[in-house]
């Protein structure tokens, strides 16, 4: 499904140049659930932010679905991300003058879909995330578990190709991380979502099925969590964490 090949990132003037991604290359084949990990600086959130179109290689190419995003026209990079990507948030991003049903399904009231399929289809992905009950409430009236829930459900409804999730359990307690963490499950075993999640939390990676180490832009190493237990793959994470080296505490 993703196929990221070679891909380079600078920054700066001639004189002062950083790179933050060095010839990084992995391919995500659909129903992949894969945790991107590393320290401040080392490249994850640049990467997510290529392969969302919110930022541009400097070389390399990713393909979606065959599609070369690196050389989409700017014209056609916000319907891009409308219609092949869904995003999870740590600040949820809703809007608090819609109701939930209104967040959810404001891709496709964008794009005009007709409204009584958008309702069908938000009423499907609500119903499979649990929270079909409270559609018509507003994002202050629900607890943060609950609009991270309608987040995942915005993310999921319009069929994306792939979610991508940027520190998605930072703004949420211990409890309401892990609820988070077994929707994503969810979605990725029952739903089929391909999910690529940027976490600098041991335990959130180890819901993943693959985990990518990044170190000074580069893929430092990866675990493939196979039929091992959960706890057993967060010890291991633990373990390539501190072969980074330096303060593991900047990577958890």
Same mark, same amino acid.
């Given at each position: ?33 894969? =945790?991107?990990?590393? %320290?401040?600086?080392? !490249?994850?959130?640049?990467? +997510?932010?290529?392969?969302? $179109?919110?930022?541009?290689? /400097? ?91 309608? =987040?995942?459900?915005? %993310?999921?409804?319009? !069929?994306?190709?792939?979610? +991508?999730?940027?520190?998605? $359990?930072?703004?949420?307690? /211990? ?78």
């Amino acid at each position: 499904m993703l196929q990221v090949q070679a891909i380079e990132k600078y920054y700066g003037s001639r004189n002062n140049v950083t790179k933050a991604l060095d010839r990084v290359s992995f391919d995500v084949a659909e129903g992949d659930f894969i =945790a991107i990990m590393g %320290a401040s600086g080392s !490249g994850k959130t640049t990467l +997510l932010n290529c392969i969302s $179109t919110i930022d541009t290689v /400097s070389a390399g190419h990713i393909l979606l679905n065959g599609q070369d995003i690196s050389e989409l026209p700017q014209q056609e990079l916000a319907r891009f991300r409308r219609e092949k990507l869904g995003f999870v948030f740590q600040d949820f991003n809703l809007l608090d003058t819609l109701t939930l049903e209104e967040n959810i399904g404001l891709a496709l009231t964008i794009n005009h879909m007709d409204p009584n399929l958008v309702k069908d289809r938000v009423q499907d992905v609500a119903m499979r995330l649990g929270i079909d009950d409270i559609l018509e409430k507003f994002p202050t009236q629900v607890s943060g578990g609950q609009k991270q829930r309608a =987040a995942c459900a915005r %993310a999921m409804v319009a !069929g994306q190709s792939l979610i +991508l999730a940027d520190e998605p $359990t930072g703004a949420l307690d /211990s409890r309401a991380s892990k609820n988070l963490l077994e929707i994503m499950a969810k979605m990725n075993r029952e739903m089929r979502a391909t999910i690529l999640m940027v976490t600098h939390d041991a335990y959130s990676a180890s819901y993943a099925s693959r985990v990518l180490f990044l170190k000074d832009g580069r893929l430092f190493n990866e675990l493939l969590r196979g039929k091992r237990a959960r706890a057993v793959v967060y010890h291991e994470i633990l373990d390539v964490l501190g072969l980074l080296g330096g303060d593991i505490s900047d990577v958890m």
